[in-house]
């Protein structure tokens, strides 16, 4: 029975991850990682656009395309949004692609642009031997391999390029999960420890504490969901003073300090537990104050004990949804800011997974990054404790 | 000359009664050794000397006790003051979990001193004196905890002397410790009594009878009786005294 159960566990666990690596692979990239998630119209001229001679490195693979003239690979694509695109797979260190320049108005005007394998091809604009200007790409209905056909016999002059940047990345909500994880740990930690401090060391033990215990007990089993409303009505007044006109990172970080409160305090005083009395005695017979006792020797000694309550609170933000859905916000944000909503990795899935057409690949592969770090974290914790006790063992 | 006086001294734990109208004088530059059964109060007798009964919320005292003329107990008194003067050494060695320097240094440190001149001088010359220098002096930057049990201890009484009280409290200072270090930290602590006025607790008779120069005798929270050492073996005026050296019981 006893093995049943645990077998039942361990199957769960392990199709849980199998599943969510199948569907997230795939999409699991450096660049999603580092680009961001709405994509970006962006226009170009070329500073250097007669064709050259150019030859592909290597084999062509199925069902790209290369442009001799002017050297880089597209190939056909479904996008998320079930449309067709032509995705840039390769450009050459010659190409005129490479001498690409900012054609919008505005500051950005007659900049340097790099343009990245990944990037989505609306259309090419190119001069034929007419000397009349042309446009190739997914705008006039064309697939990879006629637009390199049309770019590569009538094409003389390479003018212009509009692309899309290929979005669907998640730079932009890890930034916000670590704000959200600087923010709510920069007020829960001090106030979290020196709450322990309090409660184990300088008060005394009466029905006061006791209760104060509890509640603190209590507030652990609140749904996140409850902070989150908490959080909108009573913070929000507060981050309104500070500037924020709507759901913002403050207020998410302060939302989510209420709810590592608990954790933190629960994971000190354990701490501060196994701190010898003996050391206790022997700073204050040596004529420290309590205060020098704390600082000096009591809290040093639990320093470890903080770190893994550190750790574990950082993997519980990582993992809150419900609590940022109305303090945060579900819009996800490419840029955030303090003041600003945005979304952390957990409410990005909620986000994607909600529209009319749900991107199940990214949700996923967005798990998969949570999972790792949670792994991370938690194998973490686990060095931790054992120095800990190891420490202590003398 | 007597360095603490104590009269009708009372010490309550909640409603229960750990000493009972205790009188005894404490004289200055001798080894005064507290015997008796456990739980006679010996223990928390000598922890009154630096009021560490303070730290016991529910533990009341009443009665005199003056350290050099003047009452401890009384509303004015310096607590962190008194125990500088009044050091103490523990039954288990308690280290803290720093380097060999650090630890002599910390008594020091909490006080204000940063002088680094100080400080070195001060640990080299309390290490000196707790008989430990010589085992250590390469490796003060070392964690104290890798140390043995009677080198931790004899840190200890290092950690102690380096604030330079005038009184040493050890309560069974050796309890934890094998016959070697035993040996050891007796010697020193002859050595120290030329300085330092000392009060130990300890749980061998033979122990006070080789290293005290007087001995009181604890029985339930009652001071039995109290005299000059070889009086106290060879001829205890009590009744209870003569069946505890003799082993009849305790």
């Known amino acids: 029975m006893t093995y049943l159960s645990a077998g039942i566990a361990v199957v769960i666990l392990l199709s849980v991850f199998i599943y969510v690596f199948q569907k997230g692979a795939s999409t699991l990239s450096w660049d ?11 226009n170009l001229r070329f500073e250097k656009s007669e064709p050259g001679a150019y030859a592909y490195q290597g084999t062509l693979p199925e069902g790209t395309y290369f442009s001799e003239k002017f050297g880089f690979a597209v190939k056909d694509s479904i996008g998320s949004d079930k449309k067709k695109q032509i995705v840039i797979t390769y450009i050459d260190e010659n190409s005129p692609l490479k001498s690409a320049l900012v054609d919008t108005a505005g500051t950005l005007n007659n900049t340097a642009h790099t343009i990245h394998p990944g990037s989505l091809v609306q259309k090419f604009t190119f001069e034929n031997s007419k000397g009349v200007s042309r446009s190739a790409g997914v705008i006039v209905n064309q697939d990879a391999k006629t637009m390199i056909k049309t770019l590569d016999t009538s094409g003389v002059r390479l003018l212009g390029l509009y692309y899309q940047t290929s979005g669907g990345g998640i730079a932009g909500s890890l930034k916000a999960t670590f704000m959200l994880i600087g923010m709510s740990l920069f007020i829960a930690l001090p106030v979290g420890i020196f709450a322990a401090i309090y409660l184990n060391e300088l008060a005394k033990k009466n029905r006061m504490t006791a209760m104060i215990r509890s509640s603190i007990e209590m507030l652990s089993g609140v749904p996140s969901i ?3 409303l908490m959080g909108m009505t009573v913070f929000f007044p ?20 209420v709810i590592l409160l608990p954790v933190i305090i629960r994971q000190t005083e354990e701490a501060l537990l196994v701190v010898p009395m003996g050391l206790r005695t022997a700073s204050l017979s ?7 006792t704390i600082f000096k020797v009591i809290l040093p000694s639990a320093l470890p004990g903080i770190l893994s309550a550190t750790l574990l609170s950082v993997s519980r933000i990582i993992g809150e949804s419900a609590a940022l859905i109305y303090t945060t916000g579900t819009f996800v944000n490419d840029n955030p800011k303090l003041k600003e909503g945005a979304t952390s990795l957990a409410v990005q899935i909620w986000s994607v997974m909600s529209g009319e057409q749900p991107n199940f690949e990214l949700a996923s592969a967005i798990s998969i990054v949570i999972l790792v770090i949670v792994l991370i974290l938690n194998i973490s914790v686990k060095i931790v404790t054992h120095r800990l006790n190891r420490k202590w063992s003398v | 000359m007597n360095k603490f006086e104590v009269k009708n001294l009372n010490l309550f734990y909640g409603k229960v009664q750990a000493l009972k109208n205790i009188n005894i004088e404490i004289e200055e530059n001798k080894v005064t050794a507290f015997i008796g059964p456990s739980g006679c109060g010996k223990s928390t ?9 303070d730290l016991i919320e529910e533990c009341k005292i009443d009665g005199d006790m003056t350290f050099d003329g003047e009452d401890i107990y009384a509303q004015n008194v310096d607590v962190v003051d008194l125990r500088t003067k009044v050091g103490m050494v523990f039954q288990k060695p308690n280290p803290f979990p720093m380097s060999i320097y650090d630890n002599v240094a910390y008594g ?10 100080i400080l070195d001088e001060v640990v080299i010359n309390s290490l000196k004196k707790a ?13 104290a905890l890798k140390l043995s049990g009677g080198q931790q201890q004899r840190l200890c009484i290092a950690r102690a002397i380096a604030l330079e009280p005038e009184v040493i409290l050890m309560d069974e200072p050796t309890s934890a410790l094998d016959p070697i270090a035993t040996a050891k930290i007796e010697e020193l602590m002859i050595e120290l009594k030329k300085e330092y006025t000392i009060i130990i607790v300890t749980h061998s008779m033979q122990q006070a009878a080789r290293i005290s120069d007087r001995t009181a005798f604890f029985l339930l929270g009652d001071l039995i009786e109290v005299g000059d050492t070889k009086e106290f073996f060879h001829a205890p005026r009590d009744k209870r005294s003569e069946d505890y050296i003799t082993g009849r019981f305790g």
């Open chain 1, 286 to 292: 040596l004529g420290a104050t309590e205060t020098q």
């Open chain 2, 45 to 53: 007798f000598i922890r009154c000397f630096n009021r560490m009964n």
């Open chain 1, 32 to 42: 999603m990682l580092s680009t961001n998630y709405w994509a970006e119209n962006i």
């Open chain 2, 108 to 117: 020091l440190r909490c006080q204000g001193i940063k002088d680094k001149k």
């Open chain 2, 131 to 143: 008989a430990i220098y010589e085992e250590v002096k390469d490796r003060l930057d070392s964690n």
């Open chain 1, 226 to 228: 409850v902070f989150g």
């Open chain 1, 238 to 257: 507060i981050t309104a003073l500070l500037g924020a006109t709507g759901p913002s990172i403050i207020l998410g970080g302060m939302t989510l300090a």
